[in-house]
T-cell receptor, first 114, second 112 residues
C-alpha cells in the first residue's frame, strides 16, 4: 500500500509570495496533520484536520491555513512568505483522532524562501 | 523549560554496540510516547509506540517509559550501519489533544 504522499518535493519561493503544499493520506486514513521542521529541530505541530474540520492548531500565525477535501487529501497554504518559513513541511496521516491514534509521516516538502 | 528535552548528540558508536537514546519531559499529561527514525532528507518513520509506563520490545529495539521520572528511553541492540539516522522522541496527551510534541532529535552514526 502507498504511504503518505506529498507534493511538490522541493520548492523555492521569494519573500512575500504564497505557497500551497499538498498531501494525500494513507488509504483509509481520515485525519491529516501538518508539521514544520526547521533544520536541526524536531517537527512543530501546525494543524490537524479530520472529516474536513480543523481539530487542532499550533502556535503559528494566521498566514498559515489549511483545508481537507472529501477524499481526505489536504492542502497547506502559507501567505506572505518570510525567510523563517524555510523548512521541511511534513504531513502525517492517521485513521482518526482518538486514544490509539498513530501518525505516519510523508517524505515532506522542502521549502526554501529567498 | 522546553516540554521535551533530547540530547542532540551527535552520537557515534561501533557496529554491534548497544545504543541508548533518551528524552525527558515536563508535561505530566503526556500519556503516549513514540520514537521515530528520520534518515537524512526524509520524513520520520515510526519505530515504537508505547502507552503509559513500561517496556516494549520489537526486534532489536526496546522502548522504556518511566512516567514517575518523566523519562523515556530507546535501546538499540546489535546496532548496524543502517541504523545511522536521527532519532526523534515524540509524545502526546490523551483525550482530544492530538498534537505530537517532539524532541530535537539525536543524530546517531554507527561505524562499520
Amino acid at each position: 500500500d502507498a504511504g503518505v504522499t506529498q507534493s511538490p518535493t522541493h520548492l523555492i519561493k521569494t519573500r512575500g509570495q504564497q505557497v500551497t503544499l499538498r498531501c494525500s493520506p494513507i488509504s483509509g486514513h481520515k485525519s491529516v496533520s501538518w508539521y514544520q521542521q526547521v533544520l536541526g529541530q524536531g517537527p512543530q505541530f501546525i494543524f490537524q484536520y479530520y472529516e474536513k474540520e480543523e481539530r487542532g492548531r499550533g502556535n503559528f500565525p494566521d498566514r498559515f491555513s489549511a483545508r481537507q477535501f472529501p477524499n481526505y487529501s489536504s492542502e497547506l497554504n502559507v501567505n506572505a512568505l518570510l525567510l523563517g518559513d524555510s523548512a521541511l513541511y511534513l504531513c502525517a496521516s492517521s485513521l482518526e483522532p482518538g486514544q490509539q491514534e498513530t501518525q505516519y509521516f510523508g517524505p515532506g516538502t522542502r521549502l526554501l524562501v529567498l | 523549560q522546553k516540554e521535551v528535552e533530547q540530547d542532540p548528540g551527535p552520537l557515534s558508536v561501533p557496529e554491534g554496540a548497544i545504543v541508548s537514546l533518551n528524552c525527558t519531559y515536563s508535561n505530566s499529561a503526556f500519556q503516549y510516547f513514540m520514537w521515530y527514525r528520520q534518515y537524512s532528507r526524509k520524513g520520520p518513520e515510526l519505530l515504537m509506540y508505547t502507552y503509559s509506563s513500561g517496556n516494549k520490545e520489537d526486534g532489536r529495539f526496546t522502548a522504556q517509559v518511566d512516567k514517575s521520572s518523566k523519562y523515556i528511553s530507546l535501546f538499540i541492540r546489535d546496532s548496524q550501519p543502517s541504523d545511522s539516522a536521527t532519532y526523534l522522541c515524540a509524545m502526546r496527551s490523551g483525550g482530544s489533544n492530538y498534537k505530537l510534541t517532539f524532541g530535537k532529535g539525536t543524530l546517531l552514526t554507527v561505524n562499520p
